[in-house]
């Protein structure tokens, strides 16, 4: 039986919890690929749905369980399906919602291979894509066709920072009887609710925020409705790219101090992008928390907070910013976001060097743009180990 829990950081503790009959574990893991019927007639009826007994992992597991329905009750969501990676989830949706013949629209900054297997792979089954600013709603009024299915965004964009509009999103999508997808990675649920602004579908790299310590690669999708629910687990379960019990009980356990360390990532962002902003190094900052970024109002009304995560371009271009990045010693030169310790990398040649220079340019990833994603480590050492580094151009 589940606990009560109402407010958010109860949820993070309390939801989903899976009760040990057995021995009363706080934090049972049910390292287990099958599960004993009781006998013929009890298989049977957990084949049949009669009886919710688990049979196999690949289809649902109590850790597994646990972890899906915390994210939904955070999300506002029907029900959750964990994946064994955020592209996964990113997958489960795309082969859920687009059968051939059928056309995506997108913004041009998603994560890029979230866009790069939609232009590779997906073009042999027939189904097209349009990437388009979608900061600009017009843009995305302008690319929708009659066999437009899903409306894909991600926001704040990565790596350029840019807010969409989600409450517009899910209004233009709605009224061309369309899906609205949000990939809410870069806030996790403490900042942002996409279900609450109307979006159908939310999904997570969980890698990032929700677990949080750079241990796991992991995903998940939240539906709005049951039959959206029932169709996308189908194809997680049939395809294979499910959890396993320790990935998902170490999520769960990352998750349990979401707020927590959302909260004191976002204090030390806030202040490093103060910090950079005033650098005379620096040729400009994008961050929702400052009043120079061209969406500072949508994102303080969208979002309960500006996050941790910061683009910035220092005056020399990439040159200069390869010396900012080889000089840093406390943050780490690596991909990924949303761990306790602050990582920097540079989109152009890493995250998003499979797009042309021509796409590139289009989604905002200009040469010389750095990602930082701000840590929990003390604000004063991650400002002193910027100043070193940018002292050396
Ligand atoms: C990391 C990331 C993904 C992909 O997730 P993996 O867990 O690496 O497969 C998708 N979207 C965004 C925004 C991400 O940051």
Not at 262 to 275: F, G, L, M, P, W
Not at 286 to 306: D, I, V
Request: proline share 4%; hydrophobic share 40%; charged share 20%.
């Amino acid at each position: 039986m589940e606990k009560k829990s109402t407010g958010f950081n109860s949820k993070l503790i309390h939801a989903g919890a899976v009760h040990d009959e057995l021995h009363s574990a706080v934090s049972p893991i049910y390292q287990t690929s099958t599960f004993s019927f009781k006998n013929a007639d009890h298989g049977a009826a957990c084949f049949s749905g009669e009886d919710d007994g688990y049979i196999y992992t690949r289809i649902a597991n109590p850790n597994i369980r646990e972890l899906e329905q915390a994210v939904a009750q955070l999300e506002n969501g029907f029900d959750g399906i964990a994946t064994s990676s955020g592209m996964a989830a990113v997958n489960v949706v795309y082969f859920g919602l687009l059968a051939a013949g059928d056309h995506m629209v997108s913004h041009n900054a998603v994560y890029g291979p979230s866009r790069s297997i939609m232009e590779s792979l997906f073009p042999k089954y027939n189904v097209e894509s349009s990437y388009v600013d979608a900061t600009n709603p017009q843009n995305v009024i302008d690319a929708i066709r009659p066999n437009t299915k899903v409306l894909y965004v991600e926001t704040p964009a990565n790596p350029t920072i840019g807010i969409t509009d989600l409450k517009v999103m899910a209004k233009i999508a709605h009224e061309h009887g369309i899906k609205l997808v949000v990939d809410n990675t870069f806030c996790s649920p403490y900042l942002q609710k996409p279900l609450d602004l109307g979006a159908d579908i939310v999904l997570h790299s969980m890698t990032k925020f929700i677990n949080g310590h750079a241990d796991i690669v992991a995903g998940m999708v939240v539906t709005k409705t049951e039959a959206d629910y029932k169709l996308l687990r189908g194809i997680m379960v049939n395809v294979g790219c499910n959890m396993d019990p320790q990935q998902a009980w170490l999520t769960r356990r990352g998750l349990k101090t979401l707020a927590i360390r959302v909260e004191r990532a976002q204090e030390n962002a806030i202040k490093v992008a103060d910090y950079l902003e005033a650098h005379p190094k620096v040729e400009w900052v994008r961050y929702p928390g400052l009043k120079s970024h061209p969406q500072y109002e949508l994102a303080k009304e969208q979002m309960s907070g500006p996050g941790a995560m910061i683009s910035f371009e220092v005056k020399g271009g990439l040159t200069a910013g390869k010396i900012v990045m080889n000089s840093m010693q406390l943050a780490l030169l690596a991909v990924s976001l949303g761990g306790v310790e602050t990582l920097i990398q540079h989109p152009a040649s890493m995250t998003h060097s499979k797009l042309s220079d021509q796409k590139q340019m289009e989604g905002g990833i200009t040469k010389g743009l750095i990602r930082l994603a701000v840590g929990i480590e003390d604000v004063e050492d991650i400002i002193a180990d910027l100043e070193q580094a940018l002292a050396k151009i």
